[in-house]
């Protein structure tokens, strides 16, 4: 796994549009939308790079797992969930922010060094400094944020 990590970390430093966080797991109907093919869906597999505005989309069995490469960042996405996935490097840094259509997602967000990490929902906007844990976002209901430890 750290080979892994490092190998996209070394294309992130060579690239000009490079990764920002690589899938770790996947489970059940996971598809994903790249930035530069806004027509197509693709499955998703364990070890897919990421790039600033993909979007991964859970099937009712779908989850999936993905990490930031600059701090270890981890978002857990779980069924039925749309997310867009976006990151900024900036001097060894990602700065990182995820769009949460619908779901359920869980963070464990790594303290921040260059700026805070953003979470948006169609109804809420949260800035988040070293932290985990879930959002449940429902455009009917609202967004419920459940903290199990740190500060949203």
């Known amino acids: ?6 190998i996209y970390l ?13 899938i770790t797991k996947v489970k ?3 598809k994903y939308r790249k930035s530069s ?11 897919n790079t990421l790039f600033n505005q993909d ?3 859970t099937g009712d069995n779908g989850f999936t797992k993905f990490v930031y490469l600059d701090d270890g960042t981890t978002i857990k996405i779980h ?5 867009f996935v976006q990151g900024d490097p900036k001097k060894r840094s990602i700065v990182k922010q995820v769009n949460i259509s619908e779901g359920i997602v869980n963070l464990n967000v790594s303290k921040q060094l260059v700026s805070d990490f953003n979470i948006i929902t169609p109804t809420s906007v949260a800035t988040v400094k070293g932290t985990d844990f879930w959002i ?14 740190g500060s949203v």
């Open 136 to 149: 449940i976002c429902d455009g009917d209901r609202g967004d419920k944020f459940l903290g199990v430890s």
């Open 1 to 6: 796994m750290k080979t892994l990590i490092y």
């Open 37 to 47: 093919n806004k027509d197509k869906l693709l499955n998703i597999k364990k070890s």
């Open 55 to 57: 979007q991964i989309v």
């Open 28 to 30: 059940g109907n996971v």
């Open 79 to 83: 069924k039925n969930s749309e997310v």
């Open 10 to 22: 070394i294309s992130f430093i060579l690239s000009s549009s490079p990764p920002i966080s690589l």
